[in-house]
């Protein structure tokens, strides 16, 4: 079968088997070819299929020579349709990693289940060794909560009054874009709430308090969880929005975490890292956000500090995690690694061209054609070197090693 890209708004529905892989293997050579990264060596990336996650996992495995073991939630193929990027991706990571070796198990399921939980203790504790890193990078709208059973839904939203600013209609089938208005009515507290259940903090501290309780983590255990702030164009819509009093909740969470890890003797780490702006399926999922980053990708493009999923975790890893530098941490204790989206220089410029963007100077002064490839790119599509008119194999024949919850 072929596999062509099949796209609306934000959403693309199919992904494309060989060019997820390609997308993967020129991540894993960018690791590859870097200095190694002395650092975690038993990792779990909850959120590995996608976007800062896979990214992670493939900086633990192929920087720091990690076991991993990651959970997501995809979907598989049939044979009438092709899985979801993300299951492309944990293929081209498990199948490269065992060629190279490495440990790799992947978990499809649902994380916030206790029953995802039980059988990620029951491997860690057969086939790994005390777990050192717990990477928290899932993106989700919805959560069903694993005590009551009550299924809640993120919203994204302002809080306290509407929010009105101007988005990017962009036709990613042809990169026809277009300024508009929008106007988002703000969240009720209810709404507000059931964010949080689904975003915050409450299910990272589950992760860890079963980790700790089956006795699987290590005496220098980390764990980091994934937070964007951003600036203040975007602010009404994400940090003092709903997204925000989630993520808020986070740095609750990160402290409470490191008090009980530390009074159970562990020498523990637990830091939200707050991470700069890409395309990914959740980000793009998000109003206004569109316009900001693709003017904020010309910007830091032009100034040479722009960098992708993998290369920005990898800098994570290799500065801050396990860098023999002091931490760049703010009041919160949060490690900054926005340091250069947030550079007074590109702010600077990013308002400049904010203020006179519409219509008719959108090619100019945002970065159209740069976010429309990352778009693809997540999906497979518009990668060199794969061959869209050739059929795929849709992988129904490794069906039966993914480990299913
Ligand atoms: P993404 O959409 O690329 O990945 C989300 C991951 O979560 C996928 O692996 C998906 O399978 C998994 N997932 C979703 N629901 C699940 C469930 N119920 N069980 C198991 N797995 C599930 O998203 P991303 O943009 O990489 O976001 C990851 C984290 O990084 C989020 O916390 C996000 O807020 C943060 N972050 C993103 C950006 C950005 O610009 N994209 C910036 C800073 C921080």
Same mark, same amino acid.
């Given at each position: 079968?072929?596999?062509? =890209?099949? /796209?609306?708004?934000?959403?693309?529905?199919?992904?494309?088997?060989?060019?997820?892989?390609?997308?993967?293997?020129?991540?894993?050579?960018?690791?590859?070819?870097?200095? =190694?990264?002395?650092?975690?060596?038993?990792?779990?990336?909850?959120?590995?299929?996608?976007?800062?996650?896979?990214?992670?996992?493939?900086?633990?495995?192929?920087?720091?020579?990690?076991?991993?073991?990651?959970?997501?939630?995809?979907?598989? =193929?049939?044979? !009438?349709?092709?899985?979801?990027?993300?299951?492309?991706?944990?293929?081209?990571?498990?199948? /490269?990693?065992?060629?190279?070796?490495?440990?790799?198990?992947?978990?499809?399921?649902?994380?916030?289940?206790?029953?995802?939980?039980?059988?990620?203790?029951? /491997?860690?504790?057969?086939? #790994?060794?005390?777990?050192?890193?717990?990477?928290?990078?899932?993106?989700?709208?919805?959560?069903?909560?694993?005590?009551?059973? !009550?299924?809640?839904?993120?919203? /994204?939203?302002?809080?306290?009054?509407?929010?009105?600013?101007?988005?990017?209609?962009?036709?990613?089938?042809?990169?026809?874009?277009?300024?508009?208005?929008?106007?988002?009515?703000?969240?009720?507290?209810?709404?507000?709430?059931?964010?949080?259940?689904?975003?915050?903090?409450?299910?990272?501290?589950?992760?860890?308090?079963?980790?700790?309780?089956?006795?699987?983590?290590?005496?220098?255990?980390?764990?980091?969880?994934?937070?964007?702030?951003?600036?203040?164009?975007?602010?009404?819509?994400?940090?003092?929005?709903?997204?925000?009093?989630?993520?808020?909740?986070?740095?609750?969470?990160?402290?409470?975490?490191?008090?009980?890890?530390?009074?159970?003797?562990?020498?523990?780490?637990?830091?939200?890292?707050?991470?700069?702006?890409?395309?990914?399926?959740?980000?793009?999922?998000?109003?206004?956000?569109?316009?900001?980053?693709?003017?904020?990708?010309?910007? #830091?493009?032009?100034?040479?500090?722009?960098?992708?999923?993998?290369?920005?975790?990898?800098?994570?890893?290799?500065?801050?995690?396990?860098?023999?530098?002091?931490?760049?941490?703010?009041?919160?204790?949060?490690?900054?690694?926005?340091?250069?989206?947030?550079?007074?220089?590109?702010?600077?410029?990013?308002?400049?061209?904010?203020?006179?963007?519409?219509?008719?100077?959108?090619?100019?002064?945002?970065?159209?054609?740069?976010?429309?490839?990352?778009?693809?790119?997540?999906?497979?599509?518009?990668?060199?070197?794969?061959?869209?008119?050739?059929?795929?194999?849709?992988?129904?024949?490794?069906?039966?090693?993914?480990?299913?919850?």
């Amino acid at each position: 079968m072929q596999v062509k =890209p099949r /796209i609306r708004g934000y959403i693309c529905t199919t992904a494309h088997p060989q060019g997820c892989a390609q997308n993967v293997s020129e991540q894993i050579s960018y690791i590859r070819d870097g200095e =190694p990264i002395v650092g975690a060596r038993n990792v779990i990336v909850l959120g590995c299929s996608g976007g800062y996650g896979l990214a992670s996992r493939i900086s633990a495995a192929f920087g720091c020579g990690a076991k991993t073991l990651g959970v997501s939630y995809e979907k598989e =193929p049939t044979e !009438k349709r092709p899985g979801s990027s993300g299951w492309y991706n944990n293929l081209t990571f498990d199948r /490269i990693a065992k060629k190279e070796g490495l440990y790799a198990k992947t978990i499809d399921g649902d994380a916030f289940s206790e029953k995802t939980k039980k059988i990620v203790v029951d /491997i860690a504790r057969r086939e #790994m060794e005390p777990i050192d890193l717990l990477i928290y990078s899932l993106a989700s709208p919805v959560r069903q909560h694993p005590k009551t059973g !009550k299924l809640h839904r993120s919203v /994204i939203k302002p809080l306290g009054s509407s929010f009105e600013s101007r988005t990017l209609d962009l036709n990613l089938n042809t990169g026809d874009a277009r300024v508009v208005d929008v106007t988002i009515d703000p969240a009720d507290s209810k709404e507000a709430e059931e964010t949080v259940a689904v975003m915050g903090g409450e299910d990272w501290q589950f992760w860890v308090e079963t980790l700790s309780e089956a006795g699987v983590l290590a005496q220098n255990f980390k764990t980091v969880a994934y937070t964007y702030i951003g600036n203040e164009l975007t602010w009404p819509i994400y940090w003092d929005g709903t997204l925000g009093k989630a993520k808020e909740d986070l740095d609750r969470t990160s402290k409470q975490i490191q008090v009980q890890l530390e009074k159970g003797g562990l020498n523990c780490e637990a830091r939200v890292a707050v991470l700069k702006a890409v395309v990914t399926q959740a980000s793009t999922a998000i109003p206004v956000v569109p316009l900001y980053f693709s003017i904020l990708f010309k910007v #830091m493009k032009r100034q040479g500090t722009h960098e992708n999923c993998i290369q920005h975790i990898h800098r994570l890893f290799q500065e801050e995690l396990y860098g023999t530098k002091e931490k760049r941490l703010d009041e919160k204790g949060r490690i900054r690694m926005d340091n250069h989206e947030l550079d007074e220089q590109v702010q600077a410029a990013v308002s400049e061209a904010w203020s006179s963007i519409d219509s008719s100077n959108v090619k100019a002064l945002a970065d159209i054609e740069g976010f429309r490839s990352d778009f693809m790119r997540i999906f497979g599509f518009g990668i060199d070197n794969v061959d869209y008119d050739a059929d795929q194999d849709l992988g129904l024949k490794e069906l039966s090693t993914t480990v299913t919850t």
